[in-house]
């Protein structure tokens, strides 16, 4: 499985944008690269995934390197509830899915 | 639509003991994935079924085991119990037609003593 590398920690303000990067340099052609997230005391909660375009949904962008060795899920505007450790996957299709550490987001009032 | 149940909540078992855990997943879909989550190791993932057969397994040891059933319910068994189980155990689903969308259950938390 393609390996991520992802920040331990960011710290955003409230409704400021936040960019989350992953670099996941040994991807290849057949990936999906995929972010979830995880509330406190929930499991995690799929957030987008893309494969070589840019992606939009009601939560979040992702924006995918050109090279696709890295991306950045794009959240627009921070809210209190958007405080969770955002983990960035990247696997084949029909492959399981491998959390890393992921990056624990905290979001300042 | 109803999400991912998981039952029970919460378990207290002794070393030794084994316990299983249930899920129900969201209606329609038949992929059904096991996580364990510890502080020091993460999330990491136990096995997946499809139309009752195991897909994939992670790297666990055979006290590990599982299984779907027709109606695509799961449960996960774990025998012998040792204090390093202790974990909270999530279940996510997955439909057909997105099978990189899992959905995930609030998690049955583990506690042997």
């Known amino acids: 499985d393609a390996k991520t590398t992802q920040p331990n920690s960011m710290e955003s303000n409230e409704e400021e944008p936040v960019h989350l990067p992953c670099n996941h340099s040994t991807i290849s052609g057949t990936d999906y690269i995929h972010w979830y997230r995880q509330l406190p005391s929930q499991g995690p909660e799929y957030v987008i995934h893309?494969?070589?375009s840019n992606v939009n949904n009601r939560m979040a962008s992702l924006a995918i390197a050109e090279d696709r060795k890295s991306s950045t899920l794009i959240l627009h505007r921070a809210t209190l509830r958007d405080a969770a450790v955002y983990y960035c996957?990247?696997?084949?299709?029909?492959?399981?899915?491998?959390f890393g550490a992921g990056t624990r987001l905290t979001v300042k009032p | 639509k109803a999400g991912v149940t998981q039952t029970p909540r919460y378990l207290i078992k002794t070393r030794g003991q084994q316990v299983t855990l249930s899920c129900s997943p969201i209606s329609g879909h038949r992929s059904v994935s096991w996580y364990q989550q510890t502080p020091g190791q993460g999330l990491q993932f136990l096995f997946e079924y499809f139309s009752e057969t195991q897909r994939n397994k992670g790297n666990f040891p055979g006290r590990f085991s599982g299984r779907q059933f027709s109606n695509s319910r799961s449960e996960m068994n774990v025998s012998t119990l040792e204090l390093g189980d202790s974990a909270l155990y999530l279940c996510a689903s997955s439909p057909e037609r997105a099978p990189r969308m899992a959905f995930f259950g609030q998690g049955t938390r583990l506690t042997v003593v």
């Open positions: 893309g494969l070589t």
């Open positions: 996957i990247v696997y084949p299709h029909n492959n399981d899915m491998r």
